[in-house]
């Protein structure tokens, strides 16, 4: 780290997103995408900058 960036003493929360693995935070993202946007494929795919393919592909894995 940057020596002038400070560093947190605090303990993380539990809820803290910092120490989740990258593919539940990716899980997480995209489920909250999801849901904002009504459940719309189209959009949330398009918040994302992803294919509604991939999406699609995503939340099958999510459901399984």
């Known amino acids: 780290f ?3 960036m400070p560093q947190s003493t605090a303990q993380p929360r539990l809820d803290d997103d910092s120490q989740l ?3 539940e935070l990716e ?3 995209i489920q909250k995408v999801y849901n904002a946007s009504g459940r719309s494929q189209s ?3 398009a918040i994302l900058g992803i294919t509604t393919r991939t999406l699609y592909t995503k ?3 999510l459901n399984d």
């Open 43 to 45: 959009k949330a795919a």
């Open 21 to 23: 693995s990258l593919s």
């Open 2 to 4: 940057p020596a002038d």
């Open 59 to 61: 939340l099958k894995s």
């Open 27 to 29: 899980s997480r993202h």
